[in-house]
């Protein structure tokens, strides 16, 4: 059994002989503060019983144990009733990346990918997530959570916003990330002038949809600018993994907030951003990006990892 276990929602599949088969969904929000019972009960409806699992989860794990960083949900690998492993999900992405079909990777600039090469995973979802992988072993991390640095001085006046409403403390998923769309939104309208019906929808929506609202009016100047802004933010971000981890198995972008920004990832802020870095802009050009379009990833690395597993036992 494979699964991702995200902020928003859980796919779970039974994978065999390379092939993932009984793909389901649920919504994060049906499973309560523990995921264990809802997925021992669907392995119990499955037409073979599965003899080992891996969960990819959005948050840190400890000890096989985790608690997801934007969600109250809870796992425990021991009780999942069979060899389990739990890895955060930036984790098995990184395992993911080159079994995804080649129809669902666009290139997003630089050079080829170099084999053998640091590849820098980084998860753009509900959260902001981020891990390295060279050859099979991953190191996966909270690099999401690190410090905000803005670019100019209009970063600079959203990071004093966001500050305002973090305890002080800000980090690059406060700018970039699904949960991220709506004070950012709510920053960019105090630097545009804005339509009153956009205000009064930003009120009355709840914040999972917030990203939506931004992304579904291009042509509004505040939802321009808070997409500018998650962009740029964004590039910055990759721009940093990549050189600072010499990146040339590539960085690659996923997650469905990713996928969501395909249309301006190729060119514009995102692009600026990952390329501009003075001295060091060359060498930045010369980082291969790539974006997965695969919301199967996860399973896919996951897949891996329990592979692993069962020959282990």
């Given at each position: 059994m494979v699964a991702?276990?995200?902020?928003?929602?859980?796919?779970?599949?039974l994978e065999h002989k390379g092939e993932l088969r009984g793909i389901a969904h649920a919504r994060a929000?049906?499973?309560?503060?523990d995921a264990a019972p809802w997925l021992r009960a669907w392995m119990?409806?499955?037409?073979?019983?599965a003899q080992a699992a891996t969960v990819a989860v959005a948050g840190p794990v400890a000890d096989d144990e985790v608690r997801l960083t934007n969600s109250p949900i809870g796992l425990r690998a021991a009780d999942l009733g069979l060899p389990a492993r739990l890895v955060n999900d930036l984790h098995a992405a990184a395992m993911g990346v080159d079994r995804v079909p080649p129809e669902l990777v666009r290139d997003l600039g630089g050079p080829a990918l170099q084999p053998g090469g640091v590849i820098a995973v980084l998860g753009l979802g509900t959260g902001l997530g981020e891990a390295l992988r060279l050859g099979n072993t991953v190191l996966p991390g909270e690099g999401g959570h690190a410090s905000f640095a803005p670019a100019d001085a209009q970063q600079a006046?959203?990071?004093?916003?966001l500050a305002a409403r973090n305890d002080g403390y800000v980090d690059?998923?406060?700018?970039?990330?699904?949960?991220a769309m709506g004070p950012v939104l709510d920053f960019a309208l105090?630097?545009?002038?804005?339509?009153?019906?956009?205000r009064q929808v930003r009120a009355a929506l709840p914040?999972?949809?917030?990203?939506?609202?931004?992304?579904?009016?291009?042509g509004e100047p505040a939802c321009a600018l808070a997409r500018e802004l998650v962009l740029s933010?964004?590039?910055?971000?990759?721009?940093?993994?990549?050189?600072?981890?010499?990146a040339t198995g590539g960085l690659w972008l996923v997650g469905g907030l990713a996928a969501k920004l395909s249309p301006w990832l190729p060119g514009g802020a995102f692009h600026d951003a990952f390329e501009t870095r003075g001295r060091f802009s060359e060498l930045a050009r010369r980082m291969p990006r790539r974006l997965v379009l695969d919301d199967l990833v996860g399973l896919r690395g996951a897949a891996v990892i329990a592979r692993v597993l069962l020959e282990q036992r």
């Open positions: 991702d276990l995200g902020g928003t929602s859980l796919r779970v599949a929000e049906d499973l309560g503060t119990q409806a499955q037409p073979v019983r006046r959203l990071l004093a916003f690059w998923e406060h700018a970039a990330s699904g949960r105090t630097e545009v002038a804005a339509p009153a019906w956009l914040e999972h949809e917030l990203g939506p609202l931004v992304l579904g009016h291009p933010t964004l590039g910055r971000e990759a721009g940093n993994m990549a050189l600072r981890h010499l």
